[in-house]
């Protein structure tokens, strides 16, 4: 089948896997240019009417389907006596190789993939299709995570008039419900209790019911109970034992009653409130100790009942033989004798002819050439066979004797007839189309082909078109015949687009900028102007559309925005900002902070004054940006003055004003009644005085409360 054009459309290119029924086939679909698997059924069916008839209904019940987690059916056809179906391609594996690999799963990841599978359930049984079959096998798991349920192989409909198939016990016995092995009805609550199986085999990596033949596995199925999970795995939460042990049950009414509703359970059963909840407790299932019944045979009689016994005569057969004439008899008779006679006279003629047959030895022509070897063959008086056989050997070239039915030597009547067997030309591969395609999966595909890999060879180039690290062209071409053995195969890979680091051009002068843009093998495109209060007139304050450190093709072409200063609507103003100590003569630290158009909480000044003084603070002020200027004396803000952006600009600022301070007229000691310490006396004539020191202006030049703004 490799190699085969199916329906003139699928290219067949490996087998992928395969089971009971049928064997399964990646394929091209050339029309769409997509990747299918094609699902053949194997030929030792092709004549057997209930196979085809199995084989027709996979098709039908999952076509009927339109479901994320189920896998697709494009297309169902017969090409002679190939049945096909042409299915969804999932790259990625099935849940049983997953669970030999690397089982138990986590407890998150089992229950995720057990919610797509019963979504896919629901979906199913609300569509009146029973699965019957679900099993690891059978649940395919691509890269991205997504569930998908296949194989609807001995799926059946669930119609008014056919609830059943009884008679065959179809599926696989280590996922059978207890119904299921009896071989009555199954219904949903039967694919619930192998999803249940399903799932304890992802948890623990062991199957719940193991036998020496499959009959002993259904009886366990009937009358045992399972290693609970928790015993297995203690790692499992007791609420995810709980969904295990209800959709396990061998009474189907104690089981979930529908997917809908295992799916609820599957999606809470990790939240924190539900991890710890109780063990869930069943009565004795009554089922436990039912013995199971005789597997009912599947052979049927072929003769109807009411079709007469071939040996019996019917009346008028029997009145014809009355009537029959005495003469016919010794006709009969007589004729015999002479046939006889004639047969025996012919016989003695041949074996006399047979003795005067002369005898010949037969020459020896193996490795001789084909044409050589009748030739010495017909000159030594015997016949060759025209039934000559070809296949291919190793070490034999093609065309050449390496066989002949009698042995060199032998001792033959002449015109014996002598069979040969020819090597014949090496069976060659058709190269698979690898464009597109990362190494890995070119690898597996030629691998599959046997293909060493030593013979393999990469080059790798820039490609815009081809992302990096996939195949951009390959030799041989695609669709060309190649000997495995000999073969030399070039993979051209892409290493993606070219590109360069981007670097940071921010504050750049502009003639920096462009020659850094140019010596990339960029483009400059633009060069714009903004104003700005940040950053200095002539410096890059923008680049476009690619920030500093991301990869660019050369070509690229690149914006800057220079600054082109402070806004023209901008004001400058200076303000002065008286300041006092707390007590004249005595040092305070005296520190103004403003916040105007060009930033926040900028000091002015930060020293120590004994005496009175004008700090002047230069104020940049923009039309949404009045300036703020705050006093601290001593850690505490004492003054907080607002100048606004229309008072400067129209020269209508109030000049703040404080009082002078005052002169301590108590020791610095201090004395009783002053809060019994130096440092206590302070902070009481401190607070008093602060509140004398502010301006109470009504433009924001207003009196401030020392006390209570600690820095």
């Not at 394929?27 to 027709?56: G, P, S």
């Not at 062209?473 to 070039?490: C, L, T, Y």
């Not at 483009?523 to 714009?528: F, Q, Y």
């Not at 690149?558 to 806004?567: A, C, D, E, K, Q």
Request: proline share 6%; charged share 25%; net charge negative.
């Amino acid at each position: 089948m490799i190699g085969h054009e199916l329906a003139g459309r699928y290219k067949i290119i490996e087998r992928i896997g395969g089971g009971g029924m049928a064997l399964v086939y990646q394929a091209q679909d050339i029309l769409l240019n997509r990747y299918v698997a094609i699902k053949v059924l194997r030929q030792q069916f092709v004549h057997d009417e209930e196979f085809i008839r199995r084989f027709r209904r996979e098709a039908q019940s999952a076509a009927s389907l339109s479901h994320s987690n189920v896998v697709s059916i494009y297309d169902v056809g017969q090409e002679d006596d190939i049945h096909y179906i042409v299915m969804e391609y999932v790259e990625g594996n099935n849940l049983n190789e997953i669970i030999k690999e690397r089982a138990p799963l986590q407890v998150e990841e089992a229950v995720r993939i057990a919610t797509q599978i019963c979504d896919a359930l629901g979906h199913a049984h609300q569509n009146q299709i029973i699965h019957r079959d679900i099993k690891p096998h059978n649940i395919l798991i691509g890269r991205n995570g997504r569930v998908k349920v296949t194989d609807f192989g001995i799926a059946r409909a669930v119609t008014s008039t056919t609830i059943t198939q009884t008679g065959s016990v179809v599926g696989s016995v280590h996922y059978f419900s207890p119904e299921h092995a009896k071989g009555v009805a199954t219904g949903e609550k039967s694919d619930l209790y192998s999803l249940g199986i399903v799932l304890y085999q992802m948890l623990t990596g062991r199957l719940p019911f193991l036998g020496e033949s499959p009959i002993s596995v259904a009886l366990k199925h009937l009358q045992e109970e399972f290693e609970e999970p928790r015993e297995v795995n203690p790692l499992i939460p007791q609420s995810v034992e709980n969904v295990i042990l209800k959709s396990m049950r061998k009474n189907p009414q104690e089981r979930y009653q529908s997917a809908e509703e295992m799916m609820e359970d599957l999606e809470t059963c990790l939240l924190p409130s539900r991890i710890n909840e109780p063990k869930m407790e069943f009565e004795e299932d009554e089922d436990s100790t039912l013995v199971m019944p005789a597997i009912k045979s599947m052979e049927r009689s072929s003769r109807p009942k009411d079709e007469p016994d071939a040996e019996e005569d019917g009346p008028d057969e029997k009145a014809a033989g009355r009537r029959k004439r005495k003469w016919v008899k010794p006709t009969v008779i007589i004729a015999s004798v002479l046939l006889f006679l004639g047969i025996m006279a012919g016989v003695v003629a041949y074996v006399n002819k047979m003795l005067e047959v002369p005898e010949v030895t037969v020459p020896g022509v193996v490795d001789m050439p084909e044409e050589d070897a009748i030739r010495l063959l017909e000159e030594s008086g015997l016949a060759v066979d025209p039934e000559v056989i070809r296949e291919y050997k190793p070490g034999v070239d093609e065309g050449i004797v390496f066989g002949q039915s009698r042995p060199e030597g032998t001792v033959v009547k002449k015109d014996s007839l002598i069979q040969l067997s020819v090597g014949a030309a090496k069976p060659l591969s058709v190269m698979p189309d690898l464009s597109g395609k990362t190494y890995e999966e070119a690898l597996a595909l030629l691998k599959a082909q046997n293909v060493n890999e030593e013979t393999i060879k990469q080059n790798t180039e820039h490609n815009d078109e081809v992302d990096a690290d996939k195949i951009i062209r390959q030799s041989p071409a695609a669709g060309a015949e190649f000997d495995p053995d000999q073969v030399e195969i070039v993979l051209t890979i892409s290493r993606g687009k070219q590109t360069v680091n981007m670097p940071s051009l921010i504050g750049m002068s502009r003639d920096e900028a462009v020659k850094t843009i140019e010596s990339l093998g960029l483009e400059v495109e633009a060069v714009k102007e903004k104003s700005s209060y940040d950053v200095e007139r002539g410096k890059v304050m923008e680049q476009w559309p690619f920030e500093a450190n991301e990869a660019v093709s050369p070509g690229t072409k690149i914006t800057i925005t220079v600054s082109s200063g402070l806004p023209d609507d901008i004001v400058n103003y200076r303000y002065n900002v008286p300041v006092a100590p707390a007590y004249e003569g005595e040092p305070s630290r005296i520190r103004v902070v403003f916040t105007d158009a060009l930033g926040e909480n900028k000091e002015a000044v930060n020293k120590t004054i004994t005496t009175m003084e004008t700090i002047p603070v230069d104020l940049v002020l923009a039309p949404n940006k009045d300036a703020t200027v705050m006093v601290h004396r001593d850690g505490r803000v004492i003054d907080t003055y607002v100048v606004s952006y229309t008072d400067a600009k129209n020269g209508t600022v109030t000049e703040p004003t404080i009082e002078p301070p005052p002169v301590r007229d108590v020791p610095v000691s201090g004395g009783e009644g002053e809060g019994g310490s130096e440092e206590g006396g302070s902070e009481d004539e401190g607070e008093g005085h602060d509140n004398g020191n502010g301006n109470g202006n009504g433009n924001g030049n207003g009196r401030g409360n020392g006390r209570g703004n600690d820095d």
